[in-house]
């Protein structure tokens, strides 16, 4: 005999499922008054996915309304589109990384984080198509790109592999001196007169020993369990 509900083995005189609770109906067992010998039918995730799209148009309809507010204030006063929309851009930003990934039970950050990356790479072209700038494609789009790449990377391999954490992050580490440097290069490249070089050495460097410090301890079964005592991980 089995439980209805979890399923789990039950002795013959087990009124109560052990593991859950749920009343055992047996034909030689009287039931205990008020009891039903089947559990009622109930879908809690039904209901909890309801209350959440819910809760969530109420949410993106209240962060709405301001932002549509100050569009219509431009156009009244400007007759055109000015300053309301980088406040329309930086909203959807905000709501791109903030709000979006909680339409779903189950967000995948895989997913959403080069969505918000994206974002705000728009976000900047956009900018720099309303000021006649010209720094969006030698510097704003390949740094925001990069780190996009850098944390969409480190993200997928912490949530789809089991081990290893500490070659991920070392690797990461290391990628991010690289970055300092990738920086400093896009600035020499977009604003003349920026040096190469001139400070990027420096977090590169400190970078370049911790990422490699964590990398050697990956590969040191001692190291690692001594780390895991130091710090209970």
Known sequence: MYCIKCGVELKDSEKRCPLCGTPVFHPDIKQPKGEKPYPEFYSPGYDKKYNRRA???????????????????????????????????????????????????????????????????????????????????????????????????????????QSGYLFIYGGAIIAVGVYTVLIEMFLHITFDGASYFMWSLYPFIACLIIGLLLIIIGTNKHMREALKRMFFI
């Open 55 to 161: 809760m969530m148009l109420v949410i993106t309809v209240f962060f709405a309304l301001p932002v549509i507010l100050t569009v219509l204030i431009d156009l009244r006063i400007n007759q055109a589109i000015t300053w309301s929309g980088y406040v329309f851009g930086g909203a959807v930003v905000f709501y791109t990384a903030l709000i979006l990934p909680w339409w779903f039970s189950h967000p995948n950050p895989v997913i959403f984080t080069p969505c918000t990356f994206a974002s705000v790479i728009l976000y900047l072209w956009y900018i720099e198509y309303m000021t006649d700038g010209k720094g969006f494609l030698p510097f704003a789009f390949p740094v925001t790109a990069i780190a996009g790449v850098i944390v969409t990377a480190v993200i997928t391999l912490t949530k789809y592999l």
